[in-house]
């Protein structure tokens, strides 16, 4: 049978159903398009009502938006996929940072540009911390959230600076929520290229919230800037309005490292007393 044939034989498409289509279409809609006959016949056999029908689909069509809309967010944000919140043992931290932190999940203080600053010594968790909680902020909120490095942030202000567009970038910059710089200290730079990171800061200032984590706290923070007027200036700006949390923590590594050494120490006085025991049987 030929393909002309076969589409004779085929039963022809509702009227109704065709214009249906159509408009879901034109409205785009797919997700209604897709599921609106299967979720017919399941309103007729739980006999909803026609705004209940209505809801339902709508309900699917919000639901892929959403959805979709994350997952866009995500890929757009650089953030490590492994680094959330499910991955950190929240035990760890005092009371007061714990609150803190759940305070931070609520996303106001974006809406008030306020900024993070996590302090800590290396391996401490602040990298972790911050990504948790700019994950949190785009599943629950939506937020728009950009995570990298100040080495490769300084790098990339440098090039755009070079090409004369530095504007543009501070401009695409500008339409995150929040902007997290990672290891701000960790690398040490000279006064040239550190000027384009202060350039970020002041254009941010009142503008959007950044989030930052350091090794260094802001009495060496002349180290990473420089220069002392410039290091008052970019400080002063970035504890305006601002929430810290310092991560007084032993790192993560080598809390890991000691536990296979504890479970040693406790199984020997066990596997003692074993040999003890089968050797006065």
Not at 44 to 71: G, K, M, P, W
Not at 177 to 200: A, C, H, P, S
Request: net charge positive; glycine share 2%.
């Amino acid at each position: 049978m030929t393909s002309a044939q076969l589409a004779a034989a085929l039963p022809a498409e509702n009227p109704i159903t065709s214009q249906l289509r159509h408009y879901l279409k034109e409205l785009h809609l797919p997700t209604v398009r897709e599921v609106y006959d299967e979720a017919a016949r399941m309103a007729e056999r739980e006999h909803l009502s026609f705004e209940q029908y209505l809801v339902h689909v709508l309900e699917r069509e919000c639901d892929v938006r959403r959805t979709n809309r994350i997952a866009r967010l995500l890929r757009d944000s650089g953030l490590s996929l492994e680094k959330t919140f499910a991955a950190i043992d929240r035990d760890r931290l005092p009371l007061s940072q714990n609150a803190q932190v759940t305070s931070l999940l609520a996303g106001s203080f974006l809406t008030r540009t306020e900024n993070v600053l996590v302090f800590g010594r290396s391996g401490s968790g602040k990298t972790h911390l911050v990504s948790a909680i700019a994950h949190e902020l785009i599943h629950t909120h939506e937020k728009r959230i950009r995570f990298t490095t100040c080495s490769l942030l300084v790098q990339e202000l440098r090039v755009a600076k070079r090409d004369l567009k530095l504007s543009r970038y501070l401009k695409r910059m500008s339409r995150y929520d929040g902007l997290v710089i990672d290891e701000v200290g960790y690398i040490q730079q000279n006064r040239d290229k550190m000027e384009v990171l202060f350039t970020l800061l002041a254009d941010r200032y009142e503008r959007g919230s950044v989030m930052l984590t350091s090794n260094l706290p802001f009495s060496k923070w002349d180290q990473i800037l420089k220069d002392p007027t410039t290091t008052a200036a970019a400080v002063d700006r970035l504890v305006h309005d601002s929430v810290i949390i310092e991560l007084n923590l032993e790192s993560y590594r080598l809390e890991a490292s000691r536990k296979p050494l504890k479970q040693s120490a406790a199984v020997a006085p066990d596997a003692e007393r074993t040999q003890k025991s089968s050797k006065h049987n």
